[in-house]
């Protein structure tokens, strides 16, 4: 393609077909880096070159959602984070039936 011989509005077309496109690629991309997480790893970071450590609290579309050990919440890129550590079980039950309900009839009064 001789891009030379395009058009003012064909140059405008083929940007924004192009600028798509990136958009694309970089959001297949991310999830790919977002599935490496689970929520109870361990992380590091680097923000402004200081070495930070958290535990994922959540795994978002774009970011995770990291709580520090002095319990500041950061959202991190995927690929600025490198797990430390895997979650050995899960912070939260994951089933109805793993929560324990009191019988019926129970009352705390």
């Known amino acids: 393609m001789d ?9 405008h077309d083929l940007n924004r077909r192009v600028v798509r496109r990136i958009r694309y ?7 790919r880096e977002l599935e490496k997480f689970e929520i109870g790893d361990r992380v590091c970071f680097h923000p ?5 450590e958290g535990v994922v609290v959540r795994v978002n ?6 709580r520090t050990d002095s319990g500041h919440e950061w959202r991190v890129h995927p690929g600025a984070a490198t797990k430390v ?3 050995t079980t899960p912070p939260f039950p994951t089933r109805i039936g793993e929560i324990e309900m009191p019988p019926a ?4 009064n």
């Open 48 to 52: 402004d070159g200081k070495h930070m």
């Open 85 to 87: 550590s895997s979650s």
């Open 3 to 11: 891009i030379e011989k395009l058009s003012l509005d064909e140059l």
């Open 25 to 31: 690629l970089n959001s297949l991309k991310t999830g």
């Open 61 to 66: 579309r774009k970011t995770l959602g990291v």
């Open 105 to 108: 009839g129970f009352s705390e």
